[in-house]
C-alpha cells in the first residue's frame, strides 16, 4: 500500500446547478445610506402668465410656453370629452369592441386572482 498520498484543498468554483458559485451574490454594502436631496422646481407665481399660457409646456431650453387662446378657436369635440370615471360594463353597448375589452380585462383579473389563491 502506499500511504504517502498529499491530498491537496481544491476550491469549488461551480455550483450544483451548474453555474458559478456566488455569482451575483457579492458582500452587502454596509455603512451610510445618504438620502438624495429633492431638486427644487421653480414654481411661476406671475398670475397674469398663469392665466395666459400653459405653464410647463415647453420643454426646450428656448421659446416660450403655449398660448391659452380663446374656447371658439378649439373643435367642439374637445368640449363633449368625457372627464369623469369610465362608465360600468352594464352601461356600455354590447355590440361595441370596448365592451368586449371589457370584458376580457374583467375576466383577465377574474383568472389572475383564483390563480394567486390557488394552492402549489
Same mark, same amino acid.
Given at each position: ?5 498529499? $491530498? ?11 453555474? @458559478? ?8 454594502? @454596509?455603512?451610510? @445610506? ?6 427644487? /422646481? ?38 363633449? /370629452? ?19 375589452? $371589457? @370584458? ?17
Amino acid at each position: 500500500m502506499h500511504t504517502d498520498v498529499t $491530498r491537496h484543498a481544491v476550491k469549488k468554483t461551480t455550483s450544483a446547478a451548474g453555474g @458559478v458559485l456566488g455569482l451575483g451574490r457579492g458582500k452587502k454594502k @454596509v455603512g451610510k @445610506v445618504s438620502a438624495m436631496e429633492k431638486k427644487q /422646481l421653480p414654481v411661476e407665481s406671475d398670475p397674469e402668465k398663469l392665466v395666459n399660457y400653459v405653464c410647463g409646456s415647453n420643454i426646450y431650453l428656448t421659446g416660450e410656453d403655449v398660448k391659452i387662446k380663446d374656447d371658439r378657436e378649439y373643435p367642439d369635440w374637445l368640449w363633449t /370629452l368625457n372627464r369623469g370615471a369610465a362608465p360600468r360594463i352594464e352601461e356600455l353597448d354590447p355590440n361595441t369592441k370596448e365592451y368586449w375589452m $371589457r @370584458v376580457r380585462a374583467a375576466g383577465m383579473r377574474r383568472n389572475n386572482k383564483l390563480r394567486s389563491m390557488r394552492k402549489f
